[in-house]
């Protein structure tokens, strides 16, 4: 969505998962001791920052991101993190329904469950896997 909208993005992850963010045009770092030097290299300032992994990540990579970025998080809190969550929203979603049609939003899927294999699909969430999300269909 930021990239759609004119930003430069930089994501973070494993080894094993820096294609997907190359391939839909996000400068992709790769998460550990080193990530607050790196991310230091690849950009002169970040204006905002959303961190969706917790356990810290914030953190690390406060002192590489500056005192003027805004930042978000999905499960840390504290002075200057602004916490996000997700809600109902028909417009928004029919927006991004659009957006996707229309190949601006790419989401990559992991993989599909039918409703009933939701055990599989929990299953399948806490194994180590390439990018993409679980869907569940009905």
């Known amino acids: 969505l930021a990239r759609a909208r004119g930003a ?11 294609d997907y963010p190359r391939s839909i045009g996000i400068c992709p770092l790769v998460y550990g001791e080193d990530l607050a030097s790196e991310l230091t ?4 300032r970040f204006d905002a920052v959303l961190d969706c992994a917790g356990r810290g990540a914030l953190g690390t990579v ?3 991101i500056g005192q003027e970025a805004r930042i978000a998080s999905i499960t840390d809190q504290g002075a200057g993190i602004t916490t996000v969550f997700a809600r109902s929203n028909p417009t928004a979603l029919a927006d991004l329904s659009q957006m996707a049609s229309a190949d601006i939003l790419k989401v990559a899927v992991a993989g599909t469950y039918p409703l009933e294999n939701g055990p599989d699909a929990q299953r399948a969430l806490m ?6 999300k679980i869907v569940l269909t009905l």
């Open 127 to 132: 194994r180590p896997r390439t990018a993409g």
């Open 41 to 44: 290299k690849s950009a002169d």
């Open 8 to 18: 430069v993005v930089t994501g973070v992850g494993s080894p094993a998962n820096q």
């Open 62 to 64: 406060l002192p590489a």
